[in-house]
């Protein structure tokens, strides 16, 4: 069976500086000590060998400086490698900025640009969850003009925001019904208390009720070290069960799941999850519907 994976990464601490400030831990993953040199498409191919990915979408990594200098490198090695990763490219832009027009319009220079990553993320009590010091951008004027940017760009938008931020979400998301928004990451749901679940659980159901949404089941490692396939397989249902799995797809987040997991023994849980599926629905989810969001031929 073919797999297109919709989330992975590639790095080089010189251009991804938070890359090698994470050595001794700080991100909530864990210490990235074991993998903290280059991860570049010869890595992943490796680490995907002995599975049939034949194509992948890189997300932004938080290069460090000027965001469409990630794009060109992005473009430069998917030239430059056997398999032609990364197959399409979703860029980073501050879409508050001034600036947002011309950086769109200048990440739409590379054709496999399809789609924007800004983490939106806060927690006002874990703060290593956070990746900006306040929660106010989903209300800005400024950054909600700027994701409707994306529409007339042809771009799709990710959503990458913890539980208790998806209601704001969705009021972004209905007001712009032409353009595709991905969920990251199963929502996030990252804090596992009853009222935090609940929260995810609600903002799951929130964002499903809008057709322009759809989940990436993804990330379902990276911050469980301790990992069962009890403890994840409830998440990845969960999110299955509330999309439906036509508008659901398989992920990697690799290398940042690579902390805490294979990408073998996350390739067995994700075909557990599906193993009473179809035959066609288990080719939407691991494949047929990555090619329609992310425009993959």
Same mark, same amino acid.
């Given at each position: 069976?073919e797999?297109?994976?919709?989330?992975?990464?590639l790095?080089?601490?010189?251009?991804? !500086?938070?890359?090698a400030k994470?050595?001794?831990?700080?991100?909530?993953?864990?210490?990235?000590?074991?993998?903290?040199?280059?991860?570049?498409?010869?890595?992943?191919?490796?680490?995907?060998q002995?599975?049939?990915v034949?194509?992948?979408?890189?997300?932004?990594?938080n290069?460090?400086?000027?965001?469409?200098?990630?794009?060109?490198?992005?473009?430069?090695?998917?030239?430059?490698?056997?398999?032609? @990763?990364?197959?399409?490219?979703?860029?980073?832009?501050?879409?508050?900025?001034k600036?947002?027009?011309?950086?769109?319009?200048?990440?739409?220079e590379?054709?496999? =640009?399809?789609?924007?990553?800004?983490?939106?993320?806060?927690?006002?009590?874990?703060?290593?969850?956070?990746?900006?010091?306040?929660?106010?951008?989903?209300?800005s004027?400024?950054?909600?003009?700027?994701?409707?940017l994306?529409?007339?760009?042809?771009?799709?938008?990710?959503?990458?925001?913890?539980?208790?931020?998806?209601?704001?979400?969705?009021?972004?998301?209905?007001?712009?019904?032409?353009i595709?928004?991905?969920?990251?990451?199963?929502?996030?749901?990252?804090?596992?208390?009853?009222?935090?679940?609940?929260?995810?659980?609600?903002?799951?159901?929130?964002l499903?009720?809008c057709?322009? =949404?759809?989940?990436?089941?993804?990330?379902?490692?990276?911050?469980?070290?301790?990992?069962?396939?009890?403890?994840?397989?409830?998440?990845?249902?969960?999110?299955?069960?509330?999309?439906?799995?036509?508008?659901?797809?398989?992920?990697?987040?690799?290398?940042?799941?690579?902390?805490?997991?294979?990408?073998?023994?996350?390739?067995?849980?994700?075909?557990?999850?599906?193993?009473?599926?179809?035959d066609?629905?288990r !080719?939407?989810? @691991?494949?047929?519907l990555?090619?329609?969001?992310?425009?993959?031929?």
């Open positions: 069976m797999i297109v994976d919709v989330h992975m990464h790095w080089r601490p010189e251009t991804h !500086e938070w890359v994470m050595k001794g831990g700080g991100h909530p993953s864990g210490s990235f000590k074991g993998f903290i040199q280059n991860y570049l498409p010869e890595d992943y191919i490796c680490d995907t002995l599975h049939n034949t194509q992948c979408v890189h997300v932004e990594a290069w460090s400086g000027d965001p469409l200098k990630e794009t060109q490198w992005l473009n430069d090695l998917r030239k430059t490698n056997k398999r032609g @990763f990364p197959q399409a490219i979703v860029a980073y832009c501050d879409l508050s900025s600036s947002a027009d011309e950086v769109l319009t200048r990440h739409r590379v054709e496999q =640009v399809v789609g924007v990553r800004q983490m939106v993320n806060y927690s006002p009590v874990r703060f290593d969850l956070c990746v900006l010091p306040d929660d106010t951008i989903l209300t004027r400024e950054w909600i003009e700027g994701v409707g994306l529409e007339r760009h042809t771009l799709s938008f990710e959503v990458h925001a913890l539980p208790h931020q998806h209601q704001r979400v969705y009021d972004v998301v209905k007001k712009y019904p032409n595709q928004f991905i969920l990251d990451h199963c929502g996030l749901p990252f804090i596992r208390d009853e009222e935090n679940m609940t929260l995810w659980k609600n903002g799951l159901a929130k499903a009720s057709p322009n =949404v759809v989940a990436k089941i993804s990330g379902l490692f990276m911050m469980d070290p301790n990992w069962t396939t009890s403890s994840v397989l409830p998440i990845a249902q969960q999110v299955l069960k509330t999309f439906g799995i036509n508008r659901c797809m398989f992920a990697s987040n690799f290398p940042v799941d690579k902390v805490n997991v294979t990408f073998d023994q996350l390739m067995s849980v994700h075909y557990q999850l599906t193993e009473d599926y179809t066609k629905e !080719e939407l989810y @691991f494949g047929g990555a090619k329609e969001i992310y425009k993959l031929k």
